[in-house]
């Protein structure tokens, strides 16, 4: 296949030519620990701004709803301009963003920064998986994602603790300030990276219909729906949690410090011989398995009425997370071809910010108490994972040999 002229061409990583796996972790690790820091804070950060609990909703799917557009044009320029620039911008950029959201005096103009912040954001994920996807040469691609996604939990335990333990000592304007910094840092580590190489001088290559073809391929689907879903899990844990945890009157640093047990849960999983699964499994199960996980810790935190159950309920959620994430991202780089990953990382991460933002919007318009949320978000995972057992049992042929991307 002819590649445009232009684009950078994959095929010129070799093992031994990236950066140094640890490098390329970490920025995965910054890279959501924008997204996990802000958990805990976000909605009270808005309420004591003045935000009406409708408008709480609606600034903290501001995120993902910018991030949505973004993700998609991420993998555009991704695939043209390479993983590298478009990382190096994106860092940047949503560093200075993030320094903004200490001066913020009112909740529009919380909602106005929080839209950027997803904007600038959105651009960075995408390119990173696809920067370690095109760099993995293994074919055991399984346990790379796990350990990619060891970054996630990582962030996912340090974010929502680091930010509950300063914004109790010092406000929640520190903590956006701190990992405004730590975007700037992560464009300047980014800069040590090596840059895959763009051919230019070939035949441009007719890339039409690509996007169509993405959306016909059951594998991605499977991607983009298991993003969806766990992603709305975890908008409405993020909006509702803290909620939950004021009206049980426990004090205000146990909703980060709750959020982070989930991480530690799906860390361990990552990084222990049970990351085997994900190469011995299909990832087409393990994701319904994993949805079906995380539908009972929504339910355990619905019926919570003490400190116990919640922690209860992360750690369950904790597993289920350990289950899906390696998975969907792993299916991503299974049904896509190189020339087009980033494209299919981008449609990935659009599908993630739809869910946060859907999972957040729709639980402030109905202005649901954190009991109503919890066990909504239980049902619709249940009927994503029934309707996924579903489609797998009536399409068996479909695990068999569709692989396309060639690792």
Same mark, same amino acid.
């Given at each position: 296949?002819?590649?445009?002229?232009? %684009?950078?061409?994959?095929?010129?990583?070799?093992?031994?030519?990236?950066?140094?796996? +640890?490098?390329?972790?970490?920025?995965?690790?910054?890279?959501?620990?924008?997204?996990?820091?802000?958990?805990?804070?976000?909605?009270?950060?808005?309420?004591?701004?003045?935000?009406? !609990?409708?408008?709480?909703?609606?600034?903290?799917?501001?995120?993902?709803?910018?991030?949505?557009?973004?993700?998609?044009?991420?993998?555009?320029?991704?695939?043209?301009?390479?993983?590298? %620039?478009?990382?190096?911008?994106?860092?940047?950029?949503?560093?200075?963003?993030?320094?903004?959201?200490?001066?913020? !005096?009112? &909740?529009?103009?919380?909602?106005? =920064?929080?839209? $950027?912040?997803?904007?600038?954001?959105?651009?960075? !994920? &995408?390119?990173?998986?696809?920067?370690?996807?095109?760099?993995?040469?293994?074919?055991?691609?399984?346990?790379? $994602?796990?350990?990619?996604?060891? *970054?996630?939990?990582?962030?996912?335990?340090?974010?929502?603790?680091?930010?509950? =333990?300063?914004?109790?000592?010092?406000?929640?304007?520190?903590?956006?300030?701190?990992?405004?910094? /730590?975007?700037?840092?992560?464009?300047?580590?980014?800069?040590?990276?090596?840059?895959?190489?763009?051919?230019?001088?070939?035949?441009?290559?007719?890339?039409?219909?690509?996007?169509?073809?993405?959306?016909?391929?059951?594998?991605?689907?499977?991607?983009?729906?298991?993003?969806?879903?766990?992603?709305?899990?975890?908008?409405?844990?993020?909006?509702?949690? &803290?909620?939950?945890?004021?009206?049980?009157?426990?004090?205000?640093?146990?909703?980060?410090? /709750?959020?982070?047990?989930?991480?530690?849960?799906?860390?361990?999983?990552? $990084?222990?011989? !049970?990351?085997?699964?994900?190469?011995?499994?299909?990832?087409?199960?393990?994701?319904?398995?994993?949805?079906?996980?995380?539908?009972?810790? %929504?339910?355990?935190?619905?019926? *919570?009425?003490?400190?116990?159950?919640?922690?209860? @309920?992360?750690?369950?959620?904790? =597993?289920?997370?350990?289950?899906?994430?390696?998975?969907?991202? @792993?299916?991503?780089?299974?049904?896509?071809? %190189?020339?087009?990953?980033?494209?299919?990382?981008?449609?990935?991460?659009? +599908?993630?910010?739809?869910?946060?933002?859907?999972?957040?919007?729709?639980?402030?318009? +109905?202005?649901?108490?954190?009991?109503?949320?919890?066990?909504?978000?239980?049902?619709?995972?249940?009927?994503?994972?029934?309707?996924?057992?579903?489609?797998?049992?009536?399409?068996?042929? +479909?695990?068999?040999?569709?692989?396309?991307?060639?690792?």
């Amino acid at each position: 296949m002819a590649t445009p002229a232009g %684009q950078y061409r994959p095929n010129n990583i070799r093992k031994g030519d990236g950066p140094l796996p +640890f490098i390329l972790y970490f920025l995965i690790f910054i890279s959501f620990i924008d997204l996990f820091a802000q958990f805990p804070i976000t909605s009270t950060y808005a309420q004591s701004l003045g935000a009406s !609990t409708g408008l709480i909703g609606f600034i903290v799917g501001a995120y993902s709803l910018s991030n949505l557009f973004n993700n998609f044009f991420s993998g555009y320029f991704v695939d043209h301009k390479g993983p590298k %620039q478009v990382m190096l911008y994106g860092f940047l950029v949503n560093g200075v963003i993030l320094l903004l959201y200490a001066i913020a !005096t009112s &909740p529009m103009q919380l909602l106005a =920064i929080r839209f $950027m912040n997803g904007l600038s954001a959105g651009i960075i !994920t &995408p390119a990173a998986f696809t920067y370690l996807s095109l760099s993995n040469k293994n074919k055991k691609s399984g346990k790379t $994602m796990a350990f990619s996604g060891a *970054a996630v939990g990582l962030s996912a335990i340090g974010g929502p603790a680091f930010a509950g =333990i300063v914004s109790a000592k010092s406000g929640s304007e520190t903590v956006y300030f701190i990992i405004g910094c /730590l975007m700037i840092f992560a464009c300047v580590l980014t800069a040590l990276l090596k840059s895959i190489e763009r051919q230019k001088d070939v035949v441009r290559g007719n890339n039409k219909g690509k996007i169509q073809e993405l959306f016909k391929n059951k594998g991605l689907l499977f991607a983009f729906l298991g993003a969806l879903s766990l992603s709305a899990s975890q908008g409405i844990l993020a909006y509702m949690l &803290p909620l939950k945890v004021d009206g049980l009157e426990l004090a205000n640093h146990i909703s980060g410090m /709750l959020m982070s047990i989930f991480g530690i849960v799906a860390i361990l999983f990552f $990084m222990l011989p !049970t990351n085997r699964v994900f190469d011995r499994f299909h990832n087409e199960w393990l994701l319904p398995i994993g949805l079906v996980i995380i539908a009972v810790a %929504q339910a355990v935190a619905g019926f *919570a009425f003490n400190f116990t159950f919640l922690l209860m @309920s992360m750690l369950i959620y904790g =597993i289920g997370f350990a289950l899906i994430f390696p998975s969907m991202s @792993s299916l991503v780089a299974k049904y896509s071809s %190189q020339h087009i990953r980033g494209k299919a990382y981008g449609i990935f991460y659009a +599908f993630y910010s739809l869910g946060s933002f859907l999972g957040t919007s729709i639980t402030g318009a +109905f202005s649901l108490t954190p009991t109503g949320a919890f066990f909504s978000a239980a049902v619709f995972l249940l009927v994503m994972s029934i309707g996924s057992f579903t489609i797998l049992k009536r399409n068996s042929h +479909f695990l068999a040999n569709k692989e396309v991307s060639g690792y």
